[in-house]
């Protein structure tokens, strides 16, 4: 699953579509746009690559919070969660 992360930027809309990598455990940009033409990450300074990055980290972050259910219980009630099967009855 991507996410879309959409920011102001030395006056440039920058658009950025990023996903979580589990094989390298980090975020990765998969596609970004600066005023809605193409851009690359490695073509912004050094700062402004670890600018970004965080932002995407802070965003991610607060996705993966809202999608968090409080009333959910992991703990498997086995009386009630065993489903019955009726052979021959």
């Known amino acids: 699953m991507t996410y879309i992360y959409k920011t102001m930027w030395s006056g440039s809309e920058i658009v950025a579509?990023?996903?979580?990598?589990?094989?390298?455990?980090?975020?990765?940009?998969?596609?970004?746009?600066?005023?809605?033409?193409?851009?690359?990450?490695?073509?912004?300074?050094?700062?402004?690559?670890?600018s970004l990055m965080s932002s995407l980290v802070t965003d991610y972050t607060k996705i993966m919070q809202a999608q968090q259910d409080s009333d959910y219980d992991s703990e498997i009630d086995l009386d009630r969660d065993v489903p019955e099967f009726a052979y021959g009855v």
Do not use: P
């Open 17 to 50: 579509e990023y996903c979580y990598s589990s094989l390298h455990n980090k975020i990765k940009v998969v596609e970004m746009t600066a005023d809605g033409k193409f851009h690359r990450l490695n073509w912004m300074s050094k700062t402004g690559q670890s």
